[in-house]
């Protein structure tokens, strides 16, 4: 599994991890903080205690083909960049295991010159994750177990 090292200048401006590690949304937010930006948009995605049909969510467990979500979440970031030419650190992280109520499952941190950008960025960077990238969730709940409600079959990142 990828781990949450901070990637260095050398290796550019996305931050791109699976992990079955916290995730910390201070230390995404710092690392997205540059002096050409004055926005930084974070969103982090935490489990809930109910879904559709399903109330007393005690957890959720996230599982991950790691290598072609990994590959997916590289050309998410890649269409962002096309669509917004000026974002410039974009950070999309998700967790896998077991994960408890209010715990962030998925951060997607981006940072432009301006907010609109910034926004609309992160915006499409998880709306496509969570149609394109092979990620999957089991909720645990008061009357058993089963995948996350609205599973679908994995869609392509849609191109401009």
């Known amino acids: 599994m990828s781990g949450l ?11 791109i991890a699976i992990t ?6 201070g230390r995404a937010y710092e690392w997205a903080l540059q002096p050409s930006c004055g926005a930084v ?12 049909g399903r109330d007393n969510v005690t957890h959720l467990t996230y599982e991950a083909y790691e290598d072609k979500a990994v590959a997916r979440m590289t ?6 960049r096309r669509k917004w030419p000026t974002i410039v650190r974009v950070a999309m992280l998700h967790r896998v295991g077991r994960l408890t109520l209010g715990e962030s499952s998925v951060l997607v941190v981006v940072s432009s010159p301006h907010r609109p950008e910034a926004f609309e960025a992160g ?5 496509t994750l ?3 990238v092979p990620i999957w969730k089991q909720e645990e709940w008061s009357e ?10 994995i869609g392509s990142v849609p191109r401009s």
Do not use: Q
């Not at 915006?123 to 709306?127: G, K, V």
């Not at 058993?144 to 079959?153: E, L, N, R, V």
């Open 20 to 25: 079955g590690d916290v995730l910390d949304v």
């Open 123 to 127: 915006r499409f960077c998880i709306d």
């Open 144 to 153: 058993g177990s089963d995948w996350g409600t609205g599973a679908h079959d």
């Open 5 to 15: 090292d901070v990637p260095d200048s050398a290796h550019g401006n996305d931050w």
């Open 75 to 80: 050309d998410i970031i890649d269409e962002a």
């Open 41 to 52: 948009v974070v969103f982090s995605g935490t489990v809930r205690d109910h879904a559709d």
């Open 130 to 132: 969570k149609i394109a």
